[in-house]
């Protein structure tokens, strides 16, 4: 291959047509974005300021206001509870130790602002750890007995 054909980061040419001018309006009839710059004749949206925000109808009571509000949120009950799964405890806990709260910050499993911590059953434990936990899938439950650990579920803090 000649040196002069090498393509190389150097010389990157971007496509025809990916580097296209800016739309200049308002410069004179013969840019053919003259006069009324694009706008069409009057009306709110010919203005400078005439966008209008999302929903709004021209004055008119919108949509979201015209329909009743009815059904049931389930945002009040939401449970924020930060999922960790087992085979990541059995790489930074010893056996015997006591998985809580703060060993889990300490270890860098869970952020400091988390307020319930669950313990998925993914993956395999090969130690004896006692959990106290504001809640446990039935599959790290049976995992943790099976190795000799306990689980403690605690209330909420």
């Known amino acids: 291959m000649p040196a002069n054909e090498y393509q190389g980061l150097h010389n990157l040419v ?5 580097r296209k001018n800016r739309k200049r309006l308002g410069r004179g009839e013969g840019s053919g974005h003259g006069k009324t710059s694009g706008k069409g004749h009057k009306g709110q949206k010919a203005r400078k300021s005439g966008q209008v925000r999302i929903g709004f109808e021209g004055g008119q009571n919108p949509m979201d206001r015209r329909l009743p509000k009815r059904g049931f949120s389930n945002a009040p009950f939401k449970c924020d509870a930060q999922a960790v799964n087992l085979n990541r405890i059995g790489e930074r806990f010893v056996a015997g130790a006591v998985v809580d709260r703060q060993s889990l910050i300490a270890a860098g499993l869970i952020s400091a ?45």
């Not at 971007?14 to 990916?18: D, L």
């Not at 130690?127 to 605690?154: D, P, Y």
Request: aromatic share 0%; net charge positive; hydrophobic share 45%.
């Open 14 to 18: 971007a496509p025809i047509g990916a």
């Open 113 to 157: 602002g988390t307020k319930a911590i669950k313990i998925l059953g993914t993956g395999d434990l090969s130690i004896a750890i006692t959990l106290r936990v504001h809640a446990a899938s039935k599959s790290a439950i049976e995992k943790v007995l099976e190795k000799g650990g306990a689980v403690e579920i605690i209330g909420k803090e």
